[in-house]
């Protein structure tokens, strides 16, 4: 598979501030990648590089192949996207917005638009200043989904939509994903990126500190394990694998790292199991992991630090 | 004790109502204007203060006063300084010289900047969020127009004063006089501050209560050329229609001076204000008084590439220079026939000095409009530019550079638009003054003269407008650089000779190169090297648009 998006050591400064530190990041032909972290962290930075809308200060960055700076305009042809904060035209209506920015790449496909109108339920009259944030997302959203493009770069794109709306795009996604392009998802809704993305980078003060398919970052990570058991056992909290355990009385819960599964397990059954849940860490405990010190620092107790 | 407690809800409501937390936004509101009010203060005060000093410098002999009154009392150069009773005490003092000649366009200068200011912190505030997080907390439903008025006339009663210090101690300006002048300022900043205040709630955007006050501002400025260019000496009646009419009826250092037309400033301006609070409980929060009709579901044929969606965008522009310069040239060449009459009542020795001079005053006197129209079209040109750094930093602009736009469609486009705005500008203005100016001269003949004396001036208001994308492309966040070049231009341009500015100062203007047609010859050269500077420009303005980054929020 060959990269669609590809950046190495990227580097981007404003003045003293370094949004983005060598990152590192790349998506293949295909993919739905998720995009994770936390406000401030260079999401839309990068993204903004990636559209040659700012400049990099180190590093270099390929998008579908070429150069995302000095090939802009071409590369945009193919690019679709679609911004975390929308601003409209006051003057003009939703639908004049979405033609005007279908026709600037080469015409729109009038039965997909409409369609698309009607599944994200937006009245195309409306002027640009009377639509709310919502309303606003949605017209880049049709906009965005009616091109044929083949890489769809989108940042936050449901932060304003509701959960129904949110469904209708998540569907949306599929569908394009189905056809074979390509997806950058940048968010924090984590049920949002583990339902769509098969793969995952976690952003970091401006470098990629994780990235890998789900299942990879859950082997690497621990699992939530609740057993009650038949008799009691000895010397668990020794094993190297298994973390933060409390007992009560019969009753265990603890973090077990999933290399050590095994051999926990084991030790578990010879105790005798009466009841046992295991449960891989959802995204969600997976990135908080990454942040643990930043919750800590903020007052959050981190359930799953050491 | 419920009702001790609703009693007293009720008085605390009764007290201060819909004012509540007026204050504390008077204080917030200077906080955050606090660089544009001192921007203003200071080039305004410092305007008056330069020119005041340097006029003295030229003009400190009475006996040179009064002989300037030859070429300064017509109907035409009076329709630009002021009516007619100023120039009778010209050998008085130079105070009232230098108040007939500055009076106008100081307050002119005043009045855009009460128009900005009750915009940006009224409905501007409505257009985006920041209102509404105002709106939400214990103030009052008037208390940010209430808060907004406040500062306005806070702000004109201290421009007032500075004003009129900077002139005291000039030849004949004592205190009483300097104040009437500095006050004069501050009643017509706060009329256009009142006048702005009824348009913010008639307009839905801040785009368009703008466009409202200045349109108040044009009428203004026709009403008082029009009374200034009557032969009576206090002006028609005319003038009285106008807030700067008002400021010149004022006559101050002369003997005849008098705070009469300040008190009908601050009537007209209570009502105004009156009008305002009570139209600001009639609408809802967000909408203006005109309700906003639905747009088209799909977009005209035409509007298919990103030079067609930045015209449609900045078309308002256009129609407003185009309107502006028609009035205002058509206006001037009402009164160019007349400003050779005095020529005729002359002994012949005297009007061979002037013809020596270079040129008749009629010619003179076109070459003066000439300039004026350019100063007023490059206006135009530079909202234009303004409108795309406006894109950009509203973000709006992020959904074009995200298409296949190169740099050069966007906000590149906006330098050909900005160009064609201030030409068609600067072509109508031209038009209407050889067609006007030529049927008030009674001699057909004159038009072609009169319309290519306004049109060589295209090259100068090119360069005045590829400077602005210069400073669009290299220094994005400093607007006002967009403006400073303008405003020292005029200074030079149209007070050069009365402050006797020197040579150097006046080199850096692109306007000292055109050809004063049809007082001189036609030196095509000059207007050559012109055009070439403006394309350099603009073509390093472009190397800078491409080599930024763009910056969005």
């Given at each position: 598979?060959?990269?669609?998006?590809?950046?190495?050591?990227?580097?981007?400064?404003?003045?003293?501030?370094?949004?983005?530190?060598?990152?590192?990041?790349?998506?293949?032909?295909?993919?739905?990648?998720?995009?994770?972290?936390?406000?401030?962290?260079?999401?839309?930075?990068?993204?903004?590089?990636?559209?040659?809308?700012?400049?990099?200060?180190?590093?270099?960055?390929?998008?579908?192949?070429?150069?995302?700076?000095?090939?802009?305009?071409?590369?945009?042809?193919?690019?679709?996207?679609?911004?975390?904060?929308?601003?409209?035209?006051?003057?003009?209506?939703?639908?004049?917005?979405?033609?005007?920015?279908?026709?600037?790449?080469?015409?729109?496909?009038?039965?997909?638009?409409?369609?698309?109108?009607?599944?994200?339920?937006?009245?195309?009259?409306?002027?640009?200043?009377?639509?709310?944030?919502?309303?606003?997302?949605?017209?880049?959203?049709?906009?965005?989904?009616?091109?044929?493009?083949?890489?769809?770069?989108l940042d936050e794109p449901t932060s304003g939509l509701d959960p129904l709306m949110a469904a209708v795009f998540n569907?949306?996604?599929?569908?394009?994903?189905?056809?074979?392009?390509?997806?950058?998802?940048?968010?924090?809704?984590?049920?949002?990126?583990?339902?769509?993305?098969?793969?995952?980078?976690?952003?970091?003060?401006?470098?990629?500190?994780?990235?890998?398919?789900?299942?990879?970052?859950?082997?690497?990570?621990?699992?939530?394990?609740?057993?009650?058991?038949?008799?009691?056992?000895?010397?668990?909290?020794?094993?190297?694998?298994?973390?933060?355990?409390?007992?009560?009385?019969?009753?265990?819960?603890?973090?077990?790292?999933?290399g050590a599964l095994d051999d926990v397990l084991t030790q578990l059954a010879v105790a005798g199991i009466a009841s046992?849940?295991?449960?891989?860490?959802?995204?969600?405990?997976?990135?908080?992991?990454?942040?643990?010190?930043?919750?800590?620092?903020?007052?959050?107790?981190?359930?799953?630090?050491? | 004790?419920?009702?001790?407690?609703?009693?007293?809800?009720?008085?605390?409501?009764?007290?201060?109502?819909?004012?509540?937390?007026?204050?504390?936004?008077?204080?917030?509101?200077?906080?955050?204007?606090?660089?544009?009010?001192?921007?203003?203060?200071?080039?305004?005060?410092?305007?008056?203060?330069?020119?005041?000093?340097?006029?003295?410098?030229?003009?400190?002999?009475?006996?040179?006063?009064?002989?300037?009154?030859?070429?300064?009392?017509?109907?035409?150069?009076?329709?630009?300084?002021?009516?007619?009773?100023?120039?009778?005490?010209?050998?008085?003092?130079?105070?009232?010289?230098?108040?007939?000649?500055?009076?106008?366009?100081?307050?002119?200068?005043?009045?855009?900047?009460?128009?900005?200011?009750?915009?940006?912190?009224?409905?501007?505030?409505?257009?985006?969020?920041?209102?509404?997080?105002?709106?939400?907390?214990?103030?009052?439903?008037?208390?940010?127009?209430?808060?907004?008025?406040?500062?306005?006339?806070?702000?004109?009663?201290?421009?007032?004063?500075?004003?009129?210090?900077?002139?005291?101690?000039?030849?004949?300006?004592?205190?009483?006089?300097?104040?009437?002048?500095?006050?004069?300022?501050?009643?017509v900043g706060i009329t256009f501050a009142a006048i702005t205040a009824v348009a913010v709630q008639i307009a839905n955007?801040?785009?368009?209560?703008?466009?409202?006050?200045?349109?108040?501002?044009?009428?203004?400025?026709?009403?008082?050329?029009?009374?200034?260019?009557?032969?009576?000496?206090?002006?028609?009646?005319?003038?009285?229609?106008?807030?700067?009419?008002?400021?010149?009826?004022?006559?101050?250092?002369?003997?005849?001076?008098?705070?009469?037309?300040?008190?009908?400033?601050?009537?007209?301006?209570?009502?105004?204000?009156?009008?305002?609070?009570?139209?600001?409980?009639?609408?809802?929060?967000?909408?203006?008084?005109?309700?906003?009709?639905?747009?088209?579901?799909?977009?005209?044929?035409?509007?298919?590439?990103?030079?067609?969606?930045?015209?449609?965008?900045?078309?308002?522009?256009?129609?407003?220079?185009?309107?502006?310069?028609?009035?205002?040239?058509?206006?001037?060449?009402?009164?160019?026939?007349?400003?050779?009459?005095?020529?005729?009542?002359?002994?012949?020795?005297?009007?061979?000095?002037?013809?020596?001079?270079?040129?008749?005053?009629?010619?003179?006197?076109?070459?003066?409009?000439?300039?004026?129209?350019?100063?007023?079209?490059?206006?135009?040109?530079?909202?234009?530019?303004?409108?795309?750094?406006?894109?950009?930093?509203?973000?709006?602009?992020?959904?074009?550079?995200?298409?296949?736009?190169?740099?050069?469609?966007?906000?590149?486009?906006?330098?050909?638009?900005?160009?064609?705005?201030?030409?068609?500008?600067?072509?109508?203005?031209?038009?209407?003054?050889?067609?006007?100016?030529?049927?008030?001269?009674?001699?057909?003949?004159?038009?072609?003269?009169?319309?290519?004396?306004?049109?060589?001036?295209?090259?100068?208001?090119?360069?005045?407008?590829?400077?602005?994308?210069?400073?669009?492309?290299?220094?994005?966040?400093?607007?006002?650089?967009?403006?400073?070049?303008?405003?020292?231009?005029?200074?030079?341009?149209?007070?050069?000779?009365?402050?006797?500015?020197?040579?150097?100062?006046?080199?850096?203007?692109?306007?000292?190169?055109?050809?004063?047609?049809?007082?001189?010859?036609?030196?095509?050269?000059?207007?050559?090297?012109?055009?070439?500077?403006?394309?350099?420009?603009?073509?390093?303005?472009?190397?800078?648009?491409?080599?930024?980054?763009?910056?969005?929020?």
């Open positions: 598979m060959t990269a669609v998006i590809h950046t190495e050591k990227l580097v981007k400064r404003f003045g003293h501030v370094t949004a983005l530190d060598g990152l590192d990041l790349e998506v293949s032909e295909g993919q739905t990648h998720g995009f994770l972290g936390p406000n401030g962290a260079g999401k839309s930075t990068t993204i903004r590089i990636l559209l040659g809308m700012l400049r990099a200060d180190g590093g270099t960055a390929r998008l579908l192949g070429s150069d995302p700076w000095s090939e802009a305009a071409e590369l945009h042809r193919r690019i679709a996207y679609v911004p975390g904060d929308v601003a409209l035209w006051p003057s003009l209506s939703g639908g004049e917005t979405i033609d005007v920015l279908g026709r600037l790449r080469g015409g729109i496909d009038k039965s997909k638009r409409d369609q698309l109108l009607e599944r994200f339920d937006l009245d195309p009259r409306k002027k640009g200043r009377s639509y709310s944030k919502g309303n606003r997302q949605k017209v880049a959203l049709v906009a965005a989904f009616a091109s044929d493009a083949e890489l769809f770069l569907e949306v996604v599929r569908e394009v994903a189905a056809e074979g392009k390509t997806v950058l998802l940048s968010s924090h809704v984590m049920s949002e990126v583990e339902a769509l993305c098969e793969k995952v980078s976690i952003i970091r003060k401006g470098l990629v500190v994780e990235t890998g398919t789900l299942a990879e970052m859950r082997h690497f990570s621990r699992s939530e394990v609740r057993a009650t058991l038949k008799k009691p056992i000895r010397g668990l909290g020794d094993h190297e694998g298994v973390h933060n355990l409390k007992e009560d009385g019969l009753e265990l819960h603890f973090q077990v790292d999933s046992l849940t295991c449960e891989p860490p959802s995204l969600e405990e997976l990135f908080l992991r990454y942040y643990g010190d930043e919750l800590a620092s903020a007052g959050v107790p981190n359930g799953n630090g050491d | 004790m419920a009702t001790a407690t609703a009693e007293r809800s009720r008085l605390k409501e009764g007290r201060l109502g819909t004012l509540a937390g007026t204050g504390k936004l008077l204080r917030f509101h200077a906080r955050r204007t606090r660089v544009f009010l001192i921007g203003w203060f200071a080039g305004l005060a410092g305007m008056n203060a330069v020119i005041a000093a340097s006029l003295a410098g030229v003009y400190s002999d009475p006996s040179s006063r009064i002989e300037s009154t030859a070429t300064y009392d017509t109907p035409a150069i009076r329709s630009m300084t002021g009516p007619g009773l100023y120039l009778d005490h010209y050998g008085d003092s130079l105070a009232v010289m230098y108040a007939h000649q500055m009076i106008l366009w100081s307050t002119l200068m005043t009045a855009v900047m009460f128009i900005l200011l009750i915009t940006r912190l009224t409905r501007a505030d409505e257009e985006t969020s920041r209102l509404e997080v105002i709106r939400s907390l214990p103030v009052g439903r008037r208390a940010d127009l209430a808060a907004a008025v406040w500062l306005a006339v806070l702000a004109g009663l201290a421009l007032g004063l500075l004003v009129g210090l900077s002139v005291l101690g000039m030849d004949g300006a004592d205190f009483g006089g300097a104040m009437l002048y500095g006050l004069a300022h501050a009643a955007y801040s785009s368009t209560s703008n466009a409202l006050g200045f349109s108040a501002l044009g009428f203004g400025a026709l009403m008082s050329m029009a009374g200034s260019a009557a032969e009576d000496p206090e002006g028609s009646a005319a003038l009285w229609l106008s807030p700067f009419g008002w400021a010149q009826k004022t006559f101050a250092f002369t003997p005849e001076q008098t705070w009469t037309p300040v008190l009908v400033s601050a009537v007209v301006a209570a009502a105004l204000f009156w009008l305002a609070f009570a139209l600001v409980a009639k609408r809802d929060f967000g909408q203006g008084l005109r309700s906003s009709r639905p747009g088209r579901s799909a977009a005209g044929s035409g509007l298919s590439s990103i030079g067609a969606l930045s015209f449609r965008l900045s078309r308002g522009v256009l129609w407003a220079g185009t309107i502006t310069l028609l009035l205002l040239s058509s206006s001037y060449g009402a009164v160019l026939g007349s400003a050779d009459d005095f020529l005729d009542s002359m002994p012949e020795a005297q009007q061979e000095v002037f013809d020596q001079a270079g040129g008749t005053v009629t010619e003179s006197f076109l070459a003066t409009i000439s300039l004026v129209d350019a100063f007023a079209a490059v206006i135009f040109g530079l909202l234009v530019i303004g409108r795309a750094r406006k894109e950009e930093v509203g973000g709006r602009g992020e959904l074009l550079a995200a298409g296949p736009v190169p740099r050069s469609g966007w906000p590149g486009s906006y330098l050909p638009i900005a160009m064609i705005t201030a030409s068609v500008s600067v072509l109508v203005g031209a038009l209407g003054l050889a067609t006007v100016g030529a049927s008030s001269l009674e001699d057909g003949s004159y038009f072609g003269e009169i319309l290519t004396a306004g049109l060589i001036h295209l090259p100068a208001v090119w360069v005045m407008v590829a400077f602005a994308f210069v400073c669009l492309g290299w220094l994005p966040r400093a607007g006002w650089l967009r403006w400073l070049p303008l405003v020292y231009v005029f200074v030079a341009g149209y007070f050069g000779d009365l402050i006797d500015l020197p040579q150097a100062a006046r080199a850096v203007s692109p306007f000292e190169y055109v050809p004063s047609y049809p007082v001189d010859d036609l030196d095509w050269l000059p207007l050559i090297v012109l055009a070439a500077v403006a394309a350099a420009l603009a073509a390093f303005g472009y190397a800078g648009v491409r080599r930024r980054d763009l910056q969005f929020d």
